[in-house]
């Protein structure tokens, strides 16, 4: 079956405790992004990739980092995480061109 | 800066027909995505709109102006499953730059 996967869905951790979220597809796509979604918000890039070792800001990067090592991950790091990074996070792949394709979000409080 | 506009709620009754504006001022412009999104749940794809003009799709349709900075998503025959929040997305620059609208969450009533 064709998906984006994110783990963990839910993680409640406490200021300053580094942590990483990862994003797997299986549907060898090239560009991948970052999403975080807030209450009045709506939807924020953070990064995007076009692909292996191509990697670009978004939005809303401060405080987070990412890597492309390989084509089917593309994990969020937050090295220092603080509370206003309480938030949904969204991963997404897609093909040029193309709709985006939403993994099922993770959860993040940061307490 | 970027900004895109959607009315924050709407309401419709089954059965009948809703149409979801969207107004934007960006720089760089390359297309706009319409998503729908349950509440607890991934966004989902309804429709591209890269040139002027309407595109199909079953019971949803979307409209672009490129003018004028606007479209709509236009949903007919409405269920109950339609309720959701309605998202309009415009691509920058690469294609792969979003910016995404606040959102307008949709209530159908029997």
């Known amino acids: 079956e064709a998906q984006v996967t994110q783990n963990p869905r839910y993680l409640i951790t406490v200021t300053g405790k580094k942590l990483t979220v990862t994003c797997s597809q299986n549907?060898?796509?090239?560009?991948m992004s970052w999403y975080r979604q807030d209450p009045g918000l709506g939807l924020r890039q953070i990064y995007y990739?076009?692909?292996?070792?191509?990697?670009d800001k978004g939005d809303v990067p401060e405080g987070y980092k990412v890597s492309r090592k390989e084509k089917r991950n593309f994990p969020l790091i937050l090295e220092s995480p603080s509370p206003n990074q309480t938030s949904l996070y969204f991963c997404?792949?897609?093909?040029?061109?193309?709709?985006?394709?939403f993994g099922p979000g993770t959860r993040l409080t940061v307490l | 800066g970027q900004n895109i506009d959607q009315p924050t709620e709407m309401t419709a009754t089954e059965g009948a027909i809703v149409q979801i504006n969207c107004t934007y001022q960006?720089?760089?412009?390359?297309?706009l995505f319409w998503y729908q999104q349950h509440a607890g749940e991934a966004p989902t794809f309804l429709s591209y709109?890269?040139?002027?003009g309407l595109e199909e799709k079953g019971r949803f349709s979307s409209f672009l102006s490129r003018s004028k900075g606007y479209s709509y998503l236009l949903l007919k025959e409405l269920q109950m499953k339609d309720s959701a929040s309605y998202l309009c997305?415009?691509?920058?620059?690469?294609?792969?730059?979003?910016?995404f609208g606040p959102g307008t969450r949709l209530s159908v009533l029997p």
């Open positions: 997404a792949s897609s093909i040029q061109g193309s709709e985006q394709f």
């Open positions: 990739s076009m692909n292996v070792e191509v990697t």
């Open positions: 960006t720089s760089g412009f390359n297309g």
């Open positions: 549907m060898n796509h090239e560009y």
């Open positions: 997305a415009v691509t920058l620059g690469n294609g792969q730059n979003f910016v």
């Open positions: 709109n890269v040139l002027d």
